[in-house]
């Protein structure tokens, strides 16, 4: 498998440079040069395979031979041999055609954790193989962080130094990294906003000799291999719930768009996906867009999701090349016009096109904890607030489908993972499970650090240099 930038101007790369390779060289993002399709024959076999076959199966045409069967298939059974649910994500009945499916049983409690404990395999992987070694920097507000570290804890072809701004991320999220302690983890509390935090990474990947030195790499939502892993529990689902006979609709909340993309991605790969609903919070960018054409900058306000409080979507690059007929010259046109003016319009009719299979929809957080409310009270089920806010989409009346066609609902964290947002909601607050429960009693480990680049970078070259073999 070949893959090639959205921006039309970076060299195509196979399966493995993708996967250690953020951005395109042209500032794109890369997309595989065929969507994979299977028939309905080949839809209908996949039925008996239990999760990680699926995954096999799926992935299999990504990877594209870089990886030969047997290897692929162990490092998938080893990533989610971490989750505590054998279905890795189940599928539960809210009401008659109404699913959820919780995507969050991995270590940290949020559906990053699919994707990014095979990335950390995959990762470990591909740079053995190589006799390589990668130093991942990143900066998070909390989600990212905590399922990278917990996908590369112990890995021997990667160290990781994540920054995180101090005093500014919840206590359960701070924890779920800090309390990781493992020789190639280094967590840094950076006296700074998360903004400040991912201009620190930013001007360190700036920082060719830098960059170079320590083979700097990164594992952020843009990873097309995230994106990927993430299409296998839309196939998980549909054919639960029917496919190849009868298609089923998704409603996502979403942020980045990476995770609403791979339900693009599974359709585009033959499974009878018919709609997705794009539900976001107050920060309603992408409503707007699927409301009207127009994709239009606006400030950033927080609310109690705050993994969907975003400005723009990274990943959205990738449907817009898709629509503008994988033409790169006319994603880069269309994105210099957004950068310049703060927006840009697609006409009528290609918006007619996308909505055929996307819609929108925007929740406040009175809405939100309305509906948290509401679904404990006559179901006792607790949802995160993300989560609720794809119920919300999925359970308004506009949205709802009258032919029978299964809705499934992605939950894409735990409730305790926002446990005052859903007390305040519901009056009750929601327990960690057992293997985390004493994670406010766990040690932790981090480094104060000041909003610094030269002390830093001090301090990755000095903690690297104690590393053998040297790179
Ligand atoms: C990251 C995240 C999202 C948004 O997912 P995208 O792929 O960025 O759209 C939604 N909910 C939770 C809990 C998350 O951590």
Known sequence: MRYISTRGRAPELGFEDVLLSGLA??????VPAVWPRFNAAQLEAMKALDYNGLALEVIRPFVGGAIDDADLKAIIDKAYATFETPEITPLIELEDGLFVMELFHGPTLAFKDVAMQLLGGLFDHVLKARGERVTIVGATSGDTGSAAIAACQGKEAVDIYMLHPKGRVSEVQRRQMTTVIADNVYNLAVDGTF???????KAMFNDTPFRDRHHLSA??????????????????????????????SFSVPTGNFGNV??????????????????????NDI?????????????????????????????????LLFDMLGRDGNRVTETLKTFRDTGSFRIDKKLLEKVRETFDGARYDDN????????????TGMLLDPHSAIGVAA???PENRDHDGTPMVVLATAHPAKFPDAVEAASG??????????????????????????????????ETQSQNVPAR
């Open 219 to 248: 594992v952020n939502s843009i990873n097309w291999a995230r994106v990927m892993v993430q299409i296998v529990y839309y196939f998980h689902a549909a054919l639960h719930l029917g496919a190849p006979e009868k298609a089923v």
């Open 261 to 282: 993309f791979a339900g693009y991605g599974a359709k585009q790969m033959g499974l009878p996906i018919k709609r997705l609903l794009v539900a976001s919070n107050a």
């Open 195 to 201: 903004d400040d935090c991912q201009d620190l990474v």
């Open 428 to 461: 009750v607050r929601p327990a960690l499970p057992d293997r985390l429960a004493d994670l406010y009693d766990r040690p932790e480990k981090a480094q104060d650090i000041a909003n610094d680049l030269g002390a830093i970078e001090a301090l990755i070259d």
């Open 394 to 396: 999925a359970t308004s």
């Open 286 to 318: 992408l409503a707007r867009f699927f409301d009207g054409g127009e994709m239009r900058m606006d400030g950033v306000v927080p609310t109690i999701s705050p993994s969907m409080d975003i400005q723009v979507s990274s990943n959205f690059e990738r």
């Open 25 to 30: 060289r042209d500032g794109g993002l890369y």
């Open 367 to 378: 809405q939100t904890s309305e509906v948290i409310r509401n679904v404990y009270d006559t």
